[in-house]
């Protein structure tokens, strides 16, 4: 019954079915997040765990059917590594290069000739917060002197369990499109800590609605402006013999739609996480913040003159996973230095 009317949904809205099952299941997040407000909010964390094993596994279903293995395959995988090799490099090292090679692997056997929506799409997100958690656990070892401020935020003092790894995997807010978050966070949620009224459900009803409304903007944007801008126009004859500038100005207007694609599902994502409370980012200026899961700062985007600016503003929770993690490696490895030596005409290494 539901696959003929997302065929019509697709035909009537001119997109994929992939792609209008990918949409609906951010949107179907916020019914999740309603649910666990009025319904589990006060519940045991064995309850909300299974709360959120349950919705993250039918959205993959939803999307991707039994190939949903992949995830639960990795997830389990990763609880076992964290579990048998403790806090070692050896650990670290081993998640790594298992999630990458697992992901680069379902890349090359799935790829076609046209961006897909496939299982690989949310692995990505998947295999950045498993490598993640190993090396938060891993930090979780250390002596806090040894840590910056963000590897303490997210180190973990003890094993995490079962439960908790796949909750934190396939929470509803963050496993399709992200965004990146730790699992103490994760924790934090679900021990109600993340609230603005403390035991209480939080505020985040209005910052929910706001970041929905933008994201539904961006989206609207992506579904008037790209069918001027396909890109199968730029293999034909008709843009070939198009002038330079107007094959530049082409593209420059191509990419901003395109994006816009991305900045939507990112946008709305976030929205989910504020209603749940996972956005909540503690107290400024006497003002409580809902931005610990923005992905995106669309103003400061299209407004900055300055490169900096575009990187403060775009893929945010990547990017700061990727500063933790590589601060993480240049931590626990010597660096290496280098000088010519005109003898042997080579670059020698020293510590």
Known sequence: MAAPLLEKLSESLGSPEPAVRLILSVLIGYVFALVYRWFLFYQPATVIHLFHICSGLSLAAFNFGSQLYHSATCVFVQFLMLRLMGRTVTAVLSSFTFQMLYLLSGYYYTATEEYDIKWTMPHCVLTLKLI??????????????????????????????????????????????????????????????????????????????????LGFLCLAIYAIFSPSYPDNYFLTDEYEAQPFWYRCVFILLWGKVMLYKYVSCWVIAEGVCILAGLGYNGVVDGKHQWDACANMRVWLFETTPLFGGTIASFNINTNAWAARSVSNVTCDFPRVKSKWCPKSKKLMSYQ
């Open 132 to 213: 993640g958690l190993a090396f938060d656990f891993y930090d979780g070892g250390k002596e806090p002197s040894k840590l910056n401020p963000e590897q303490k935020k997210g180190a973990l003092a003890s094993v995490p369990t079962l439960l908790e790894v796949f909750g934190f995997s396939y929470f509803y807010g963050g496993f399709l499109v992200g965004p990146q978050f730790t699992l103490r966070s994760y924790q934090s949620l679900v021990a109600r800590e993340l609230t603005d009224c403390p035991g209480k459900p939080p505020n985040s009803v209005i910052p929910a609605l706001k970041r929905f409304a």
